[in-house]
């Protein structure tokens, strides 16, 4: 049995007293100092510690490479009063250290290139309001974005699909905004599904503005989630970064509607790098609002999906197939072999080259990582690609 | 300046006075003994040619392979009655022997693997009503197939990309059926454009009934064509092998809507496997029309594709985006290099194995025309896969 409730939230692992108050203090100097994804940062914290890191931001005793992105707001040290501001309002700040950061559904954005992309980090830290563990919430877990301006035919449909989904366990990620953002939570909402909004400003904000009620609830049944300190507001660059985080805490993206220029093709392309599936849902060809979602599909960007039951077989875990008693093969991954299996589609089969795209990964990783696969038993291989093999056979 | 006339119709190619007149009768011969593809006698005929193959017929001097498909009206010989009547009606009959018999259009059909699909044979002949050269009116062409049960969104589609593709010298290849193939063949007629409908009876038949009237408008300024003989009324396995003449008349098949078991999978399979491209349009998730366009998109059957242009992308001759003066390099390949070349796409990449997949080759085949092609200078290759190359650069 999974366990949806409120475990140990706000306790620390492996640390005790006051070095975990230390720890807690300096994660969160350094998400108010940054505010978003600082790859130079994360690397320096992966190197010397998060409270080493903190002195050395605040000393300024710093690679040239990091003096940049901490100079506006290294003197700004309001750790505590952050900290008993978003406790004082019902709510938390959930670091790598506790037991409900999603450190799974982390792991590939610290894994990609960010000499590529400096907006490929782990977020520092997560501010939270809800009742909900984070970790156990975004076990498993559908991101429906959409357009603002969406329709009746992308609003039905985004309520039929949360509909079908919600009582299979599904929790309904997305971003708040207008449109099928707002459809996937009222229905998630409407279902009793667990919903999380992933937000382009501080937790303490509503945004937009006219869905503070929407976000009140939320609040109150499901999660309320931001990198960005108590009080930051929202601007452009938050919300391409925002999307890594609702990619990163799914199992995969669907989009309903989009338009042409629809900000979800960006959150469709983090799912794809991330190698989280990245699903599209058609309309008529007549429907502006459905443009984007076909460029994506005839691009082969996103798997064209109309039904829950389409989704599941995309995104769903394998174990859904399989006896309840059998191993989950997943679970035992990791690195670029869990990448490269979590690449592979539950029905159907890929070759390295896409499983290249879809993971991320370089081709001579994927190949490695399916070799590793093959032993293991965990894949096969035909003239159609490689496929999943279920325990005990295909 | 590509001609639409009616160009030398019924005079015979290579061959003069008596021994055009016998070849003639022996096709019709054969058409009427057979009835529909039959690689065995195709087989026999390219070995001994069409006389000697209906002589052989006649007299059952024949192997095992062909006693079944002949017995039953290989002593039926009405083919001067045959000749007779269908020019009497207006109408004549097309021989491979004929200049405008479309040998480039039929010569993927005779590659294919007759072992695998008995159904993989070119027709012997073609009856034919309508003043154009058959040649010359599928020069150009898209299959515009899809659901009897149409919608108003599947022929509003149908209309709109039709008209758009009339004044850019397209022809409308389709099966006369009512719904989605009506719209496309009456949007044709609207726009003055040629079109050619396909049945699975004798041109004298109207099949539907109620499309008599239409059938009569296509016959009158389009082309009226069946492999069989007139008076054959339509069985149900006429209409796969009709399909395939569907997709072999036609750079592409454009599927409008389809219901989950539509025949238009059957004319989109025919694409595949003669390397044309299929394409789909998707409309709403929620109509039953369209989830076979769904499918076929999701499973990678098809493109999808919405607009003309889209359509022009896929289908179009490569000329279309070079100086007018340019080559062409399909007119002047033939075999699997002209099969896998018209396999990539004049935008985007693929792989060996969609090439493959495409061209209906085995994979070794494949490589060595893209070697071929490649030192011809026609295609490239990167991590993507392998392009067009235009004359003169990419």
Redesign the interface.
Known sequence: MRSRGHENVGASVGFAGDEADERRLAWVYLSRVVQGPCAALSALIERVGVVEAARAVRECDLPDSLRGPTEQRRGIDCAERDLESILGSGGRVVTPDDPEWPAWRMLGLGQLDSARDPGAAVPLVLWVRGPRSLLTASEQALAVVGARCSTG?GE??TAEIVGDLAPRGWTIVSGAAFGIDGAAHRAALAAGAPTIAVLACGVDRPYPASHARLLAEIAETGLVVSEYPPGTTAHKHHFLARNRIIAALADGVLVVEAGLRSGARNTVKWARRLGRPALA??????SAS??GC?RM??EGEA?????AE?IIDEAGPLQLSLPADAPTPERSLDGDEALVYAAIPRT?AR?P?ELSGESGLP?PSVRAALAALDLAGLVGCD???WFRVAPGGR
């Not at 798997?303 to 039904?307: I, K, P």
């Open positions: 035919y039905r449909v849902v058609p309309g008529p060809v007549t459905s443009v076909h599909i005839r798997v064209l999906v109309g039904r389409e159907g070759i080259l081709l003239e159609s690609g």
